[in-house]
């Protein structure tokens, strides 16, 4: 069931696209003083979010999340059915919107993956398996969905035990974690993020379509997730030496394969989350203003 939403305030126009609702967070207090240094070494536990276990999950992260100051996000999706063999970086920032704006409208997200780290440096992850993809009926990448049942992705227990994407969206909308004014010193982080994000917005909007070109696109990410975005593969594109690819990322960091579901989306948003993290305070010395909305896939 698709979650419904009022239309939006006058004063926003995302191209007439996305529906925007006003929330009020919970309480929060304000923590400015430095985190303490990460521990790559560390493992970090990913919680997996069946229909079983939401509510009780969702309490923990809504409890966790309330003094968060970094939230990571992962969506694992069906594959790209537009232009999937098309080289996407010779071609202008508009046509690379537009293809993005085609698969993510036509196709269904299977897994979100957030991870938080909160102002004492705490880090959980979390991942939503969601039940609304059909193989049987419903577009995708054959390749892409053999990829992921390889890393342990088993699309029939998802079909049959997952949660559903657009609730999953409304409780995020009420949780205080999006929407603009909410006042907290939170980032968000993702790595090669123009899909994650996108995934993302679609999620939180019930499924409306994605605004009709890019500005309408950065507007709605600055309104849903605020100012504070960033991509770690924009960030290591400037390390020399960095290698390419997240898990590659993470190697090269010596971060610690996360716990409990450590090769798909909730262990993707562990080692986007701690790899941010290192490269913000070690290689950039906490500047990196200038990565601000940034997504590898779209600008760059």
């Given at each position: 069931?698709?979650?419904?939403?009022?239309?939006?305030?006058?004063?926003?126009?995302?191209?007439?696209?996305?529906?925007?609702?006003?929330?009020?967070p919970?309480?929060?207090?304000?923590?400015?003083?430095?985190?303490?240094?990460?521990?790559?070494?560390?493992?970090?536990?990913?919680?997996?979010v069946?229909?079983?276990?939401?509510?009780?999950?969702?309490?923990?992260?809504?409890?966790?999340a309330?003094?968060?100051?970094?939230?990571?996000?992962?969506?694992?999706?069906?594959?790209?059915?537009h232009?999937?063999?098309?080289?996407?970086?010779?071609?202008?920032v508009?046509?690379?919107?537009?293809?993005?704006?085609?698969?993510?409208?036509?196709?269904?997200?299977?897994?979100?993956?957030?991870?938080?780290?909160?102002?004492?440096?705490?880090q959980?992850a979390?991942?939503?398996?969601l039940?609304?993809?059909?193989?049987l009926?419903?577009?995708?990448d054959?390749?892409?969905?053999?990829?992921?049942?390889?890393?342990?992705?088993?699309?029939?227990?998802?079909?049959?035990?997952?949660?559903?994407?657009?609730?999953?969206?409304?409780?995020?909308?009420?949780?205080?974690?999006?929407?603009?004014?909410?006042?907290?010193?939170?980032?968000?982080?993702?790595?090669?993020?123009?899909?994650?994000?996108?995934?993302?917005?679609k999620?939180?909007t019930?499924?409306?379509?994605?605004?009709?070109d890019?500005?309408?696109?950065?507007?709605?990410?600055?309104?849903?997730?605020?100012?504070?975005?960033?991509?770690?593969?924009?960030?290591?594109?400037?390390?020399t030496?960095?290698?390419?690819?997240?898990?590659h990322i993470?190697?090269?960091?010596?971060?610690?394969?996360?716990?409990?579901s450590?090769?798909?989306?909730?262990?993707?948003?562990?080692?986007?989350?701690?790899?941010?993290?290192?490269?913000?305070?070690g290689?950039?010395?906490?500047?990196v203003?200038?990565?601000?909305?940034?997504?590898?896939?779209?600008?760059?």
């Amino acid at each position: 069931m698709v979650a419904m939403f009022p239309p939006p305030p006058r004063r926003f126009n995302f191209n007439h696209m996305f529906p925007v609702q006003v929330v009020q967070p919970p309480p929060f207090t304000f923590h400015a003083a430095p985190l303490p240094p990460v521990q790559p070494e560390l493992p970090v536990q990913v919680r997996p979010v069946w229909a079983g276990n939401f509510n009780e999950e969702w309490a923990y992260l809504q409890s966790f999340a309330a003094c968060a100051r970094y939230i990571a996000v992962d969506v694992h999706y069906p594959g790209l059915v537009h232009a999937a063999d098309q080289d996407l970086s010779s071609l202008p920032v508009e046509h690379r919107y537009a293809l993005m704006k085609a698969n993510v409208d036509g196709l269904k997200p299977l897994q979100v993956g957030i991870a938080v780290c909160d102002h004492q440096g705490q880090q959980v992850a979390w991942e939503f398996n969601l039940r609304d993809f059909c193989r049987l009926a419903d577009p995708h990448d054959a390749k892409a969905l053999d990829y992921l049942a390889r890393r342990g992705l088993d699309l029939d227990t998802l079909r049959n035990h997952g949660v559903d994407a657009y609730m999953l969206g409304a409780l995020l909308m009420g949780s205080g974690l999006i929407g603009a004014g909410h006042g907290r010193p939170l980032s968000w982080v993702t790595h090669a993020g123009a899909y994650h994000v996108a995934y993302l917005l679609k999620i939180v909007t019930g499924g409306a379509p994605l605004p009709h070109d890019v500005a309408g696109f950065l507007g709605a990410m600055r309104y849903y997730l605020g100012q504070q975005v960033y991509d770690v593969a924009t960030m290591a594109a400037n390390c020399t030496g960095m290698p390419v690819g997240l898990d590659h990322i993470a190697t090269n960091l010596r971060i610690h394969p996360p716990w409990g579901s450590p090769r798909l989306a909730g262990a993707a948003g562990v080692r986007a989350l701690l790899a941010f993290r290192i490269l913000k305070d070690g290689r950039f010395g906490g500047n990196v203003e200038r990565f601000r909305g940034l997504l590898q896939g779209l600008q760059h």
